[in-house]
């Protein structure tokens, strides 16, 4: 047996040996010439924006998950499956390292455009992940070229500052000037003025989430970008909202209509809306109702009901809810929207009705309604006009204050931005969401606070920071910016 091991042993080396002595033959004639040998940049930032796209929009993180918890999207349970899990927290670090290659590649190409872009990406991923998880590794992130097989975990705040600087530095790269971002730009097409409004708005977004935990770095990253309107443009019209429209042709159709569209036929699921949402729109004689939900078979808006008895409530069966109505997910040529004017408007507001920044609260609070209003084409100014006049919705009216308005209209405006509205629900606590799935009602009074970590990330990686509080998978240690209190 000896004997045969060293002859297989002479066989190897010397097989090895050829080898190495051939190796430019071999590489000469094993070199498929169809083979891409370089990759552009902009055709690795298109990767990234792709699978983006799949994870934050698909229906599965942005309906059955966070598209639950912020009372958007009817499901029946709190979801958790193991691989499921892992598969979203490995998909966005997949999403920031394409960011990643694409900026090295926009580095070794000389174009500042694609590396600003690219960067801008990877930092809005990053707080959608942060967001979605608390304490993630990002300082050390995307380094394995440089040994770091294993990184620590960076705390939200350390991670929200890093974000706040990479965008800043975005912000300041982009030239109209410039090379060209390139067809992998599924978003902007390319469109440097855009990604420059996107990537300013995204600070305004960051600013603002972070503002109850660290209001003065908030409020200086606002002025900073309001006193350089020139230098830091931001999104003033829908025209700058950053939605990746589709061709409509299949297999290029929009993600929801792909699961839930009707196709001619009867809707392909049984994903309804909530009540929440229904009832935002439904109690203030929202004009976008009829935008966002169908009657249901009875020809009235109702939603799914979230609560201990669930499950036994005659309102929650297929006849009595609710579907999402066709803009948002019936449209083969619709929009997967990655952030709106709207919103930015929200956010002025509040940093003026906060004193975070000098403006006038009340005309940006109606700014951002009547562009919320007019962005699916189906509302008229006569409508909007007598929206705004509605006793809980007029500046300064009712009996909610301007803060809790300026929440509720931000969370109407963030229909199908499921993640993002999670994470505004959880800072604003509006609207007030007490509907706990059954199997956490007796035990919580809000939906979950985050996302567990990826099993396999506690496995695999001997930083994970064990000491880390979860309890009943989704509860346990809130992020960072959620400063609710009475909160379980």
Request: net charge negative; proline share 4%; aromatic share 12%.
């Amino acid at each position: 047996m000896k004997k045969i091991f060293k002859a297989l042993l002479f066989l190897s080396v010397g097989a090895l040996l050829a080898m190495a002595s051939c190796t430019s033959e071999f590489d000469e004639l094993n070199t498929n010439p169809n083979a891409a040998t370089v990759v552009p940049g902009t055709n690795v930032l298109g990767s990234s924006m792709t699978l983006s796209a799949g994870t934050l929009f698909g229906t599965r993180l942005s309906c059955y998950y966070t598209g639950t918890y912020c009372g958007y999207i009817g499901s029946d349970d709190y979801e958790y499956r193991v691989g499921i899990n892992n598969s979203m927290w490995t998909s966005m670090y997949n999403i920031m390292t394409r960011a990643v290659d694409a900026m090295r590649l926009a580095k070794e190409e000389g174009n500042d455009n694609l590396y600003a872009a690219a960067l801008t990406f990877k930092a809005y991923n990053a707080q959608k992940t942060t967001d979605m998880w608390g304490d993630i590794p990002y300082s050390q992130a995307f380094k394995l070229g440089e040994g770091i097989t294993y990184p620590v975990y960076d705390s939200q705040e350390l991670v929200y500052n890093t974000i706040l600087s990479e965008l800043k530095t975005a912000a300041d790269m982009f030239d109209e000037n410039g090379e060209n971002i390139g067809e992998g730009d599924f978003i902007l097409n390319g469109d440097v003025m855009l990604w420059k409004k996107f990537c300013n708005s995204l600070r305004l977004r960051v600013a603002i989430r972070m503002s109850s935990a660290d209001a003065a770095t908030a409020s200086a990253t606002i002025q900073d970008i309001l006193n350089n309107s020139t230098k830091y443009p931001i999104m003033t019209e829908n025209s700058d909202n950053a939605y990746w429209w589709f061709p409509g042709i299949a297999p290029d159709q929009e993600i929801w209509y792909e699961s839930m569209g009707t196709s001619g036929d009867a809707e392909k699921t049984g994903w309804r809306l909530q009540q929440p949402i229904i009832d935002a729109l439904q109690d203030n004689n929202d004009p976008r109702l009829p935008v966002y939900a169908d009657k249901n078979d009875y020809g009235v808006y109702s939603g799914h009901r979230m609560g201990p008895f669930q499950a036994s409530d005659t309102m929650n069966n297929n006849a009595n809810r609710s579907h999402i109505g066709d803009w948002f997910m019936n449209d083969p040529a619709g929009f997967v929207p990655y952030m709106n004017c709207a919103e930015v408007y929200f956010g002025l507001a509040e940093a003026y009705e906060r004193d975070l920044a000098t403006g006038d609260a009340k005309v940006a609070y109606e700014m951002g309604i009547t562009y919320s209003c007019m962005e699916s084409g189906q509302i008229e100014p006569s409508q909007i006009a007598t929206f705004l006049a509605e006793p809980e919705v007029t500046w300064d009216g009712g009996t909610t204050s301007n803060l809790e308005k300026i929440a509720l209209q931000k969370y109407v405006a963030l229909f199908k931005q499921s993640v993002e509205a999670w994470s505004e629900v959880r800072r604003t606590d509006v609207p007030l969401l007490t509907g706990v799935s059954a199997e956490y009602a007796s035990a919580h009074n809000r939906p979950p606070f985050r996302l567990a970590y990826a099993d396999e990330e506690k496995s695999l990686n001997i930083n994970f920071p064990y000491d880390v509080e979860e309890e009943d998978i989704f509860y346990g240690t809130q992020v960072w910016w959620d400063k609710r209190t009475g909160v379980e």
